[in-house]
């Protein structure tokens, strides 16, 4: 049973470039979550995607942006990448919402760097 | 930022000796998660809590959700040198979807 997979694993880029990174969920979830962590700190909460609309959202600016597949699998953009948006970024998959225990399970991350 | 305060932020013990940790918010969580993150990598989920009062165990490790829905606290007994890393506490709100809540971390270090 595979679990939540990300890629690339690291990527870097410089200020003003645009980012996507890739999410597959875990088999049998249709909901995918993306988080921000900052070196040191606790995870933060961008948006969540179910139905392939975005269904919850943090406090990001627009440059911040995701979308989801038909297949659950989810993509997080940054567009005009700044410095502070270097941060390992966290993609978590859980079931159908309002169906029981929504307890979210994390994928492995993408370490960006932003040059 | 973060609604949820952690503690202790770091802490050495001795292999072999009970850990304590604790997270408490000014405002009520309807659920309490517990994750393991160890460098460079996802955290792991360890422990759910749905209700309050819950108290729920996953082999080593006792977690409980607190009466007043604000707070929760980890044990883990009899730690052993892989017990190592970053444990998160995070909550979260029916009326906010699947935003979870997470606090600063508790980072354990055990001495062999």
């Known amino acids: 049973d595979a679990g939540v997979t990300q890629s690339p694993t690291h990527l870097i880029k410089t200020r003003g470039q645009q980012v996507t990174l890739r999410c597959s969920p875990k088999s049998g979830h249709d909901t995918v979550s993306w988080y921000q962590q900052a070196l040191g700190q606790g995870p933060q909460f961008i948006f969540q995607y179910y139905e392939e609309e975005e269904r919850q959202r943090g406090n990001f600016p627009d440059r911040f942006s995701g979308h989801q597949f038909p297949n659950y699998s989810s993509e997080l953009n940054v567009n005009a990448l700044l410095l502070g948006d270097s941060a390992l970024y966290l993609c978590a998959s859980s079931p159908i919402p309002g169906q029981g225990e929504e307890t979210q399970y994390f994928g492995p991350g993408t370490r960006l760097l932003v040059l | 930022g973060q609604q949820l305060n952690q503690s202790p932020q770091s802490m050495f013990i001795q292999e072999g000796e009970d850990v304590s940790m604790n997270c408490t918010s000014s405002?009520?969580?309807?659920?309490w998660l517990w994750y393991k993150q160890d460098p460079g990598e996802g955290p792991v989920l360890l422990i759910a809590?749905?209700?309050?009062?819950e108290l729920t165990s996953n082999g080593r490790l006792t977690a409980q959700f607190g009466i007043t829905r604000k707070d929760s606290f980890l044990n883990i007994s009899a730690s052993i040198p892989s017990d190592v890393g970053i444990y998160f506490c995070?909550?979260?709100?029916?009326?906010?979807?699947?935003?979870?809540?997470f606090g600063q971390g508790t980072e354990l270090s055990v001495k062999p």
């Open positions: 405002s009520i969580f309807n659920t």
């Open positions: 809590l749905y209700k309050a009062g």
């Open positions: 995070a909550g979260q709100r029916y009326n906010q979807g699947g935003k979870l809540i």
